[in-house]
């Protein structure tokens, strides 16, 4: 498969890693939770794949890319700083968002991306008492920790939530973003 050549401006929705560390319960990976989805298939897409897929030429056509986790979360492949790299190289205006749980890696992996002027979304679902009720799994100090950390290096957060009756009192007292 090579995509080669669009007539219009695209914005690309890609999934790189079906591997997820967190276990929330509307997640189709899992079954409302736990256990987990046994016939769910596990790959992480290599940088590899990325350059055979995406074609310089269609790269530079792009207008952005969205590297979103529907099933997975892309902090679980390791290659996520060189895709985004390889994205970045080949276009250098185009718009890369990338939509987390955050709740892994290390602060090199959140420094390169901030590097790569990738945009991150990071998922924190209440404080530190609420967080967790729906991202199962994750730690709140440890997604905290890597956005601080993406943001100290220069990097461009957004705070993304789920508003449940549980954490929705608390939308007022996050402020670690602004």
Same mark, same amino acid.
């Given at each position: 498969?090579?995509?080669?050549?669009?007539?219009?401006p695209? @914005?690309?929705?890609?999934? !790189?890693?079906?591997? $997820?560390?967190?276990? $929330?319960?509307?997640?189709?990976?899992?079954?409302?939770?736990y256990?987990?989805?046994d016939g769910? *298939?596990?790959?992480?897409?290599?940088?590899?794949?990325?350059? #055979?897929?995406?074609?310089?030429?269609?790269?530079?056509?792009?207008?952005?890319?969205?590297?979103?986790?529907? %099933?997975?979360? $892309?902090? &679980?492949?390791?290659? @996520?700083? =060189? !895709?985004?790299?390889?994205f970045? #190289?080949?276009?250098?205006?185009?718009e !890369?968002? *990338?939509?987390?749980?955050?709740?892994?890696?290390?602060?090199?992996?959140?420094?390169?991306?901030?590097?790569?002027?990738?945009?991150?979304? /990071?998922?924190?679902?209440?404080?530190?008492?609420?967080?967790?009720?729906?991202?199962?799994?994750t730690?709140?100090?440890?997604?905290?920790?890597?956005?601080?950390?993406?943001?100290? =290096?220069?990097?461009?957060? @957004?705070? +993304? &939530?789920?508003? %449940?009756e549980?954490? +929705?009192?608390? *939308?007022? #007292?996050?402020? /670690? /973003? +602004?």
């Amino acid at each position: 498969l090579h995509i080669v050549f669009s007539p219009e401006p695209v @914005t690309l929705h890609l999934e !790189i890693s079906s591997l $997820c560390n967190a276990r $929330c319960p509307l997640c189709p990976r899992n079954f409302h939770g736990y256990p987990y989805n046994d016939g769910y *298939i596990e790959r992480n897409l290599t940088l590899e794949d990325v350059e #055979h897929i995406f074609l310089p030429t269609f790269v530079k056509q792009l207008t952005g890319i969205m590297i979103n986790g529907n %099933f997975g979360d $892309c902090v &679980m492949n390791t290659e @996520t700083p =060189a !895709i985004v790299k390889y994205f970045r #190289h080949h276009n250098p205006k185009l718009e !890369i968002t *990338i939509s987390t749980n955050g709740g892994a890696r290390s602060k090199q992996f959140w420094q390169q991306l901030a590097e790569l002027d990738a945009r991150v979304l /990071f998922a924190l679902d209440g404080l530190a008492d609420t967080h967790s009720i729906y991202r199962q799994d994750t730690v709140y100090e440890t997604v905290l920790k890597n956005a601080k950390t993406f943001i100290k =290096a220069g990097g461009r957060a @957004t705070w +993304k &939530m789920i508003p %449940f009756e549980h954490n +929705k009192h608390q *939308i007022n #007292h996050m402020h /670690f /973003f +602004k």
